[in-house]
């Protein structure tokens, strides 16, 4: 990315950011912590990488986001907003009785978001669903999955981290927020991952280890 993509890339993942903090304090709950360590991520993902078309949600070439840490819908649901999928000023009933934006995203209420989320490690069986089909359809859009650490102490990521490799589905990324939290405490205490890189390219994928917080 050339420096002016940069520069537009963090002005947005700032308004983001303040934008995440306001809603969930607005609302009193939800999970700010778990959002604003993706924002790079996802801003990156929606603003640079993915193929989509807010004006059409449901474009059938569109590249698809799986969002399976599910507890950072106030970060999906900003990108989303600031992408142009729906109006930014229903961002501050995030929560509310009523308001369809939920704690945890809904595919039949939100507009761009693929796959409703919230119960941890499911997430990516679903992707790699969706990335068979766009195998078997002769689609060449790309899924990406983006999942919590701590979900990665769930057995059904590892039987998808096997399928997906087993059926060579390689237009599928998954994406681990290692910020070394869960709701317990510390990953490492609570159900150790390390070595988690070791893992993963174990059962057959390609690893990359960067800082999710680096636009370059």
């Given amino acids: 990315m050339n420096e002016n993509k940069i520069s537009f890339l963090k002005d947005r993942a700032k308004t983001i950011r303040k934008q995440v903090l306001t809603i969930t304090t607005e609302a009193g709950s939800g999970h700010p912590g778990g959002s604003l360590s993706v924002i790079e991520i996802l801003t990156t993902l929606y603003f640079h990488k993915m193929r989509h078309k807010p004006e ?3 474009w059938e070439d569109r590249d698809r986001f799986v969002l399976c840490k599910g507890h950072a819908a106030p970060a999906l649901y900003t990108v989303l907003a600031e992408s142009g999928y729906f109006p ?6 995030f929560r509310h009785i009523n308001s369809f934006l939920e704690g945890h995203p809904c595919r039949k209420r939100v507009p761009g978001v693929d796959v409703s989320t919230g119960s941890l490690g499911q997430g ?8 068979a089909g766009a195998k078997l ?3 060449n859009f790309r899924v990406y999955a983006l999942l ?3 979900e990665n102490q769930e057995g059904q990521v590892w039987e998808a981290a096997m399928a997906a ?10 994406i681990i927020d290692r910020n070394g939290l869960q709701i317990d405490g510390q ?4 159900m150790a991952l390390e070595p988690l890189e070791l893992k993963w390219a174990a059962f057959g ?12």
């Fill in 56 to 58: 059409s949600p449901k």
């Fill in 88 to 93: 930014t000023k229903e961002l501050i009933n």
């Fill in 124 to 131: 990516l069986s679903v992707a790699c669903g969706i990335a």
């Fill in 137 to 139: 359809d002769k689609k």
């Fill in 148 to 150: 919590g650490d701590g």
């Fill in 165 to 174: 490799a087993h059926y060579k589905l390689d237009n599928l990324t998954a």
């Fill in 187 to 190: 990953t490492e205490k609570v």
């Fill in 205 to 216: 994928w390609n690893v990359m280890h960067i800082n999710g917080h680096d636009f370059n």
